[in-house]
């Protein structure tokens, strides 16, 4: 079982920057593939990233590559997602998932899921 913790959204104006964590509990954490979603109202959840539990493999979507950066932290069970440049159509829910799967994780189907944190860009 795994527990999932997001913080760090909040309120930037645009080519601000925020770095939002995700706080795993379970003692299985760096086993697991992690990745980032985002969903903004009225739109499907969307995948921005995902690091395999050993940080050598990463994947971006293309909206993001260049401006944020996955990387975790196994020693304090945390995934983190460091946004530059921020755009106001970055403003979503930002999710954090995890699955033993890094296929799973990139096609949504992640086992564990976070409740989510706000991410809004101001232009």
């Known amino acids: 079982q795994v527990q999932l913790v997001e913080s760090g959204g909040g309120l930037v104006q645009a080519g601000g920057s925020l770095r939002l964590s995700c706080a795993a509990s379970?003692?299985?954490?760096?086993?697991?593939?992690m990745g980032w979603f985002r969903q903004a109202p009225g739109k499907e959840r969307e995948f921005v990233a995902a690091?395999?539990?050993?940080?050598?493999?990463?994947q971006y979507a293309g909206s993001v590559k260049g401006r944020f950066t996955i990387s975790r932290d196994n020693a304090k069970n945390t995934v983190y997602l460091q946004m530059n440049s921020l755009k106001p159509e970055d403003t979503a829910v930002y999710y954090c998932?995890?699955?033993?799967?890094?296929?799973?994780?990139?096609?949504?189907?992640?086992?564990?899921w976070g409740q989510g944190t706000q991410v809004t860009v101001s232009s």
């Open positions: 690091i395999s539990w050993s940080g050598g493999w990463i």
């Open positions: 998932a995890a699955d033993p799967s890094p296929g799973a994780v990139v096609s949504r189907t992640a086992g564990y």
């Open positions: 379970g003692r299985t954490f760096s086993s697991y593939a």
